[in-house]
């Protein structure tokens, strides 16, 4: 019951205070962030006292339940943490936009649906939440409602589409040889009897499910939809889509890969070479995308595309050091990202600014908004003690252990080469936004920091980042890994 109330109330509240007439915008603020804190509170009872639930059951091993396990409550904090900081950022930024109770609305939808992702106990309660998360964020895409708006929101929906199909049709043959309820469990549930004759075909659609899922988390060839649906959002979106959703389809890669099939199965496999080429080549791809890019947000959703592909080539690796290092990365980067794009937002909000090119003196104007920037930027590039060096020591260290030949250096190769494109294109708008030059009128310069709503969500992003560089080895040891 406890898990019920936890995935059902953001829905419900939310909605509801959406759908009030006659309220002003404080007081509806009030009572967002009232629900928002009590979801809080009943995630964190959920994660602490939640038990098995069923709520209805199709067949024999194919029904729509919900259970804490470790790997879930560690995702549920990660996503109550951002959501959490982009709800009350949202409060001041959304004063530019129209439609708030409209967009509050389908946050809070978005919410439940991602909790019964992080809660979801099977694949195919997985799948029913994975798709509702996709459909209640196309409105935040949509928000705007322009014309590049709506061609950037049904691309995300068509791209989505597509790769829950994917993901689909491996989740028929995940059931069709599984054994006992499906019930995720370390290791996989498939009964290798039954496979036996039928493990091209089931590797196939394995490698369906991997490439399906992981178009949600931006691996080439599914990333057309990031860089088109990141600029158009509004800020709050953009930190959500990036900081959590494409997150959603890591979750489902590794419930699909450690938790139903068993990463022994693919383990030395077509599937995993392919896998592992795939995400690195989105690394570099993404990297370098992003080095070229004038626009600040489409700079930072190409980072993105780049960036969660450090958790798909760890992932690769089939191994448990790969596992630990994907979900370090998992938590450093939604701290990171969400970080960064709310200060994107800030740019946006307070000085009209879409370009890196109209940054320069930036950091004069508001310098704790442009700290935090750098804070988050360290992460992403991986500077000690950040979240984002912890995560790529550990994948770098889990690759040379793999024993998969040239395999074993390619990737920490890849990752140095990516860090460096993201030094470069993350630190000269700090730099220039610090020390912008001799041409600079330094007594033109107004400071203009943003309130509270928007300045404090940015600092305890930042401070996650950090709490993941220091204790996140302690963090992982909790799930046993």
């Keep these: 019951m406890l898990i019920c109330i936890a995935i059902l109330f953001p829905i419900i509240a939310g909605v509801g205070v959406s759908l009030i007439k006659g309220v002003g915008d404080s007081a509806r603020n009030r009572l967002y962030a009232a629900v928002m804190i009590l979801t809080d509170i009943l995630g964190a009872l959920a994660i602490a006292y939640g038990t098995d639930l069923t709520i209805f059951r199709i067949s024999k091993t194919v029904a729509m339940s919900f259970r804490p396990d470790p790997f879930g409550r560690l995702v549920m904090g990660v996503v109550l943490l951002v959501y959490t900081a982009v709800c009350f950022y949202a409060f001041e930024y959304m004063k530019m936009e129209e439609r708030r109770p409209m967009f509050f609305g389908f946050f809070f939808i978005s919410l439940s649906a991602m909790i019964a992702v992080c809660l979801a106990s099977n694949m195919v309660s997985l799948y029913f939440c994975f798709e509702l998360a996709t459909l209640s964020t196309v409105p935040l895409v949509l928000h705007e409602m322009t014309k590049d708006a709506v061609a950037a929101g049904l691309k995300y929906l068509f791209y989505s589409i597509a790769g829950a199909l994917l993901g689909l049709f491996a989740i028929f043959f995940v059931y069709e040889y599984s054994q006992g309820d499906a019930s995720f469990v370390m290791g996989g549930f498939l009964d290798r009897n039954k496979l036996v004759g039928h493990e091209t075909v089931f590797l196939a659609a394995v490698f369906c499910g991997i490439v399906g899922f992981g178009t949600k988390a931006g691996m080439y060839p599914m990333h057309g939809w990031l860089p088109a649906a990141h600029p158009i959002a509004p800020a709050p979106a953009s930190a959500l889509l990036s900081g959590i959703m494409a997150k959603a389809g890591i979750v489902a890669v590794i419930r699909l890969v450690y938790y139903s099939v068993g990463a022994d199965f693919i383990t030395g496999t077509w599937v995993q070479y392919t896998w592992m080429i795939l995400a690195m080549m989105t690394v ?18 190409y980072s993105t595309v780049s960036q969660i592909s450090y958790i798909m080539l760890a992932l690769s690796f089939l191994s448990m050091d790969g596992l630990k290092g994907g979900i370090l990365h998992l938590m450093s980067h939604a701290a990171s990202k969400g970080c960064l ?6 740019f946006i909000y307070k000085l009209g600014k879409r370009n890196v090119s109209e940054l320069k003196g930036v950091g004069r104007q508001m310098p704790l908004t442009m700290w935090c920037f750098m804070i988050a930027s360290l992460s992403l590039v991986g500077i000690p003690p950040m979240g984002g060096f912890l995560s790529k020591w ?20 890849i990752l140095l080469i990516s860090a460096l494109l993201t030094a470069g294109y993350l630190f000269p708008i700090a730099i220039d936004a610090f020390f912008p030059g001799k041409d600079w009128n330094e007594k033109a310069v107004e400071k203009c920091e943003p309130s509270a709503w928007m300045t404090v969500p940015l600092i305890v992003l930042c401070v996650a980042a950090l709490i993941v560089g220091v204790f996140g080895l302690s963090i992982v040891g909790w799930l046993g890994l």
């Design 394 to 413: 550990v994948i770098a260290e889990a690759s040379l252990s793999n024993g998969l030949g040239i395999l074993s250096y390619l990737p920490p190769i």
């Design 284 to 301: 570099f791809m993404g990297s370098m995308m992003a080095f070229r890019e004038k626009v600040t947000k489409k700079r930072l959703a």
């Design 341 to 346: 794009f709310l200060v994107a937002g800030i």
